[in-house]
């Protein structure tokens, strides 16, 4: 009998009841909230009559339509106000821990449990919003639900969950400077499709994962919603220790070292079988961006558009013609010469501190071009704080970039800070669908630092033009 997979262990131990038909009643260790995915699941557990089971395993934060400018004023748009206003009404009324909007800890859900602690290896975490898959960095089984699954949740800290296959993603080579998780993400798309990862819980293993920080591996284990697998994991390790070890909501003492040695048991085994293994080695990439409306359409910036009607497959052509009609860009292009209007730096992928570090030391000394409008969004309140401590928001501000206020922002495009039509943006968010940075939006994801680059050059461009010292 061979060993157990990391996933495998994290399945077994929340089991409440096995249905026997690949499914099981899935015992669920912390939620999340935010005020888009919530006031209906409030509505449902309200109108059953029914409380919240436990409330300290919940927390609540405003994020993905808060405005990024303005704090100190109401909330201008109707909508986005009384979003948020109901959820602080109904956690309110139920008890449930808040981080409020004037809160300094305030920030993305994907960033602030990590940054608490509320994230912790071993566990369930559920939250109303597909890129929960970002706590898979910490060895945690977490998930996206839908709203009604959001009230189930908190009446009975229990869901049924189908058992997924086993996808091992092993990441080797050397990793050349300047080439991130974010790139190693984008080229994994690209690879395997954006559905080519459906019905598998992935594990991201080998010499590249265990060298990247929390960081980078949160940005990868966010990604991985878009290969079409609900949940992206990494081996709890030093690493993982070293960054929880005196979070606010990490155990400590006694109940920290019982912790860790449960952690340290959560490794795949070496003899775990897996049901599919994909190998990716990163010694030869360059930084990747996309060019169409799929993450899968991503290609290194060193590349030129490709052809739709080359394509073999004719499904596959015939979608990227429409990609690059609404794009408005023509095979053959080299990347770099397409240029942007907009540049986004933040989101859940890559609006932590790292991140910011990574586009500063791009945008020290140097300015934005000319006709460009580029934003930095921290990933949280306290995401905020600390670049301006260490002076990464003085080096944004003198090269032209706004600095705002934590939140989803143009990620999502909730709460104003959108595309006009036919505006073309450089953007370190996760999604690059028609419309999602706002109607007629066109968006290419990228890296931080590449996103900086462009927002100087005023064109997608090669990091590497325009340094040539090692990230």
Request: aromatic share 6%; charged share 25%.
């Amino acid at each position: 009998m061979s060993g157990a997979t990391l996933y495998d262990k994290l399945w077994a131990s929340h089991v409440v009841r096995d249905y026997g038909d690949g499914s099981a009643l899935i015992y669920v260790d912390r939620h999340l909230l935010h005020e888009v995915s919530t006031p209906q699941s409030f509505l449902a557990l309200e109108a059953k009559g029914r409380t919240v089971r436990r409330r300290e395993a919940n927390l609540a934060v405003p994020d993905h339509a808060v405005p990024t400018t303005g704090r100190d004023r109401p909330i201008a748009d109707p909508l986005a106000r009384a979003q948020t206003t109901r959820l602080a009404e109904n956690v309110a009324r139920h008890q449930i821990p808040y981080i409020a909007l004037d809160d300094a800890r305030q920030g993305i859900v994907h960033v602030v449990g990590p940054e608490q602690g509320f994230t912790l290896p071993g566990m369930t975490l559920a939250c109303g919003d597909s890129h929960t898959s970002t706590h898979g960095a910490f060895g945690t089984l977490a998930f996206g639900v839908g709203a009604s699954e959001c009230g189930i949740v908190m009446a009975a800290q229990c869901l049924r969950q189908r058992k997924a296959r086993t996808m091992r993603v092993v990441v080797d080579g050397a990793r050349p400077a300047w080439l991130t998780a974010k790139d190693i993400a984008l080229a994994l798309i690209a690879k395997i499709g954006a559905n080519g990862a459906a019905g598998h819980a992935v594990e991201y293993v080998g010499p590249v994962i265990s060298a990247m920080s929390m960081a980078e591996r949160m940005t990868l284990c966010n990604m991985t919603i878009e290969t079409g697998a609900r949940v992206g994991l990494v081996a709890p390790d030093e690493v993982t220790f070293a960054f929880l070890e005196g979070r606010p909501m990490a155990p400590r003492g006694a109940m920290w070292e019982r912790a860790v040695a449960y952690w340290r048991t959560l490794p795949s085994d070496p003899d775990a079988r897996y049901d599919r293994t994909e190998t990716l080695d990163v010694g030869d990439l360059a930084p990747f961006v996309t060019w169409g409306t799929s993450p899968e359409d991503a290609a290194p910036i060193s590349s030129a558009i490709p052809d739709p009607d080359a394509d073999p497959d004719r499904a596959r052509g015939e979608r990227r013609r429409k990609a690059l009609a609404y794009m408005d860009l023509e095979p053959g292009t080299p990347l770099d010469r397409v240029r942007i209007d907009r540049v986004f730096i933040g989101s859940c992928t890559n609006g932590r501190l790292d991140d910011l570090r990574l586009a500063a030391g791009i945008a020290k000394g140097r300015k934005v071009a000319p006709g460009v409008k580029a934003i930095v969004v921290p990933g949280s309140g306290l995401v905020r704080a600390a670049a301006e401590r260490e002076g990464l928001a003085d080096i944004f501000r003198a090269a032209g970039f706004e600095w705002r206020d934590a939140g989803c922002s143009m990620c999502v495009a909730m709460n104003g800070d959108r595309l006009d039509p036919g505006e073309r943006c450089a953007s370190t968010s996760n999604r690059n669908f028609e419309g999602r940075q706002g109607p007629g939006g066109r968006t290419h994801l990228m890296n931080p630092a590449m996103a900086a680059a462009a927002a100087i050059a005023g064109h997608l461009v090669d990091v590497r033009d325009l340094v040539e010292e090692p990230a």
